[in-house]
């Protein structure tokens, strides 16, 4: 036979097996012969548990209150340890150095150089009403006592945060705000500072401390919650970057008493809302590429294709199909045996 019209034969042949493959999906019951065969009901379900994964223990990232200094002290004594808890204007830090020195006569410079310009502005702001004076001098006069006024703002800022100490040279940094102490090199970079500033740590308020972990992307808008073996919280943000298949989601502020440490590796189960059917994880087989299980109906056990959603802990599929009821029963044992005489692989005496 010529090798064109034998591949030609295959072809056909292929097809004409594979329509009648297609075209049952459903065994009768007395073709399984003395097949052990058990059923268990089709439960509903609205919430499921994904297998348990690694989650982290983070600040929200934008979050932490930036301490950003006009001088960069050539040394810096912390005072607590990184990840204290601080009252507002606690000592957190003392500094030391020719800076801080240069600080303290900077910060005294321009205020009294904002005190001669609002004097001069305040003398002239009524014969600038009546015209007594151009406008180009008063412009000046003006344009003077704002650029003194954002000079000394930008230096008293710090100096809020700025206790003086008997050495000229010296004085401590306060706390902005009461909150969790974080040391600069250990914080993200998200605010950039000029090359005249220098970060010298940050505040982060503990609402903004936050479990998080990486979630199927596929699964992300039925994301819900998330369990600890502590506590659990609920999902507060799904970002809509992807991480190869993976979207990182972040929980919502800690419950009280919720006993998990800034930094640490926790053990995490995701919850997701569903609308979904379970069944045994066992019941579960594929039938031409597509998951399915054998539903009893009557003496017929019918292959219906299902949409799985993932399985749980407790070893159960969780899925979505159409025209499934609470009393439907799903087969749970011979299950390949089954899917054998369904496809014309050999009968059970």
């Known amino acids: 036979m010529?090798?064109?019209?034998?591949?030609?034969?295959?072809?056909?042949?292929?097809?004409?097996?594979?329509?009648?493959?297609?075209?049952?999906n459903s065994v009768s019951?007395?073709?399984?012969?003395?097949?052990?065969?058990?059923?268990?009901?089709?439960?509903?379900?609205?919430?499921?548990?994904?297998?348990?994964?690694?989650?982290?223990?983070?600040?929200?990232?934008?979050?932490?209150?930036?301490?950003?200094?006009?001088m960069d002290p050539q040394k810096i004594e912390y005072l607590?340890?990184?990840?204290?808890?601080?009252?507002?204007?606690?000592?957190?830090?003392?500094?030391?150095?020719?800076?801080?020195?240069?600080?303290?006569?900077?910060?005294?410079?321009k205020t009294a150089l904002l005190k001669i310009a609002k004097s001069r502005f305040d003398k002239n702001r009524e014969l600038a009403s009546v015209n007594a004076i151009s406008q180009d001098k008063w412009l000046n006069i003006a344009q003077q006592y704002y650029d003194a006024q954002l000079t000394w703002g930008h230096l008293n800022h710090f100096a809020e945060m700025f206790e003086p100490h008997s050495d000229e040279d010296m004085g401590y940094l306060l706390a902005p705000s009461k909150g969790i102490f974080m040391l600069p090199e250990q914080r993200s970079n998200d605010i950039k500072t000029q090359a005249t500033e220098t970060q010298l740590g940050a505040i982060v308020n503990p609402n903004s401390i936050r479990l998080t972990t990486l979630v199927n992307a596929s699964e992300k808008e039925f994301v819900e919650a998330i369990h600890t073996d502590s506590c659990s919280v609920e999902v507060e943000k799904i970002e809509k970057i992807n991480h190869r298949f993976f979207v990182r989601v972040w929980s919502a502020p800690l419950p009280e008493g919720c006993a998990l440490q800034l930094g640490a590796q926790v053990n995490v189960r995701v919850q997701l809302s569903v609308s979904a059917h379970s069944v045994p994880a066992a019941s579960v087989f594929y039938l031409h590429g597509q998951a399915s299980i054998f539903v009893r109906h009557d003496d017929t056990l019918k292959a219906v294709p299902i949409t799985l959603i993932g399985n749980t802990d407790n070893d159960s599929a969780v899925f979505t199909a159409p025209d499934l009821t609470n009393n439907d029963e799903v087969l749970t044992s011979s299950i390949s045996a089954v899917q054998g005489i369904l496809l014309g692989l050999g009968g059970i005496e």
């Open 29 to 70: 019951l007395g073709e399984l012969g003395k097949l052990s065969l058990t059923y268990t009901p089709i439960n509903a379900v609205s919430t499921m548990e994904k297998p348990a994964s690694t989650g982290i223990v983070k600040v929200l990232p934008g979050s932490p209150l930036q301490i950003i200094s006009p």
């Open 80 to 109: 607590v340890a990184h990840g204290e808890n601080v009252k507002q204007n606690q000592r957190i830090a003392m500094l030391s150095g020719s800076e801080v020195h240069h600080f303290r006569d900077n910060l005294a410079a």
């Open 2 to 24: 010529n090798y064109a019209i034998f591949r030609h034969v295959l072809v056909l042949f292929s097809m004409v097996l594979a329509c009648d493959v297609h075209a049952s």
